[in-house]
């Protein structure tokens, strides 16, 4: 039987559950991320790095709440706080201490982080990010690199894996005060030097994409050193990459400290939230002046620091503070990753598993890997990682995957503390048997 139809005859309830959504959701879902053809599967309960379909089946999850779940599904530590919080209830509509605890976290594990504004989403802290700092660079202009994803408002959707270089929708004056550019330094002083009016730059710190793209080495601290130079603000989004990569994130290992830095996943403990953090003198723009009369930058938000993202929070990043959580992640995902490099060795196929920290991607193209080990995306040349797997032959992985039990995240996934060796080696055996199937069908 083919791989589509194994899908189909194995997952009912989730195709009768995606003909209904379909009727009220376009597309049937309700993040771009989460379309599949023929039909996604529908998700009943999780627990620690597994997941219950609406057709019983037990997954192995690498998709780990879009990288919000370092700890894994329902971890006690953040369960607990957070049911604790439910009965005292979930808006007070007013300040209240956990909100004074989380911020503190965050500048204890963030080092560029002195103040702290918290939001509902990446989205709000990329949008409140990019506001600050042209407030504090005067000049209203944004440089953004080619891919790098920033969540889906009108400044940054552009050149992202979900927007086109001109996406419908954006208006054109917002789309010519963002500059997209590659990730090069000779590119970006040409750039800045030509366009006096950019103040700013944002830069994914993984590289596009959750690392798909990668970044040279030395980019981000070459960066830093060029944007302390000219006066610009230097936004790193961490939004993946904070409390993953390392306690403090990319900025911590890389010992790069931007102006500004996007947060969320991670920080809210699985809950939606998110963070603008930097450097006091720029965060004080949304401060109150003292004369009441001089302007301030705006920024209301009824779920900012909502009581139960914020004790959710403060606990996952206290469990997280030690660096524990991290290491277990990435060394199970290099485990992963150099499984995947032998099997495609023995099979004969071009591609590579790569990534950083706990994060991999799957690249089925180009030369087939030179040694069985994990490979770390500046390991990848940038237009092999650019063109990526063919589409139709990414869709039948995922789908092949899914028949023997284990969920991917779109070209990759996401590996949390929990994932046991058992789980790596049980996905392991699917990943062969997902070649074999694949290559029986022609794809690879
Ligand atoms: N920045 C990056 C690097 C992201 O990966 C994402 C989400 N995947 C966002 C921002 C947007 O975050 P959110 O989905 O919470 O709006």
Redesign the pocket.
Known sequence: MGIEQEYVDRNPRSAALYAEASIRLPSGVTHDARYQRPFPIYVDHARGAHKWDVDGHELIDYVMG??SLLLGHNHPVVLEAAAAQLQKGTHYGASHEAEIRWAEAVCDLVPSAEMVRFTS??????LMALRLARVASGRPSILKFER?????HDYVISSSSYGAATPPGVPETTLESVVVVEPAMHTVRETVAARPDIGTVIV?A?GAG?GAIPLAPGFLRELREFTAQQGLVMVM?E??TGFRWSPGGVQQVEGVTPDLT?L??ILAGGF?G?AVAGRADIMERLSFPADRKSSKVGHPGTFNANPLSAVAGHAALRQVADGEAQRLATSSARTLQAGMNQALREFGIPGHAYGDASVFRLLLAGQEPPEGRAYNSSEIPVALAMAGTPPETQRLLNLAMLNGGVQYFGNGGIVSCVHSAADIAHTLDVWRTTLAALRAEGHL
């Open positions: 879009h990288g989403s990446g989205t709000e802290a990329t790098h994803f920033h969540g889906w994914e993984s959750m989004d939004v993946v996007a969320a996943k939606p998110g």
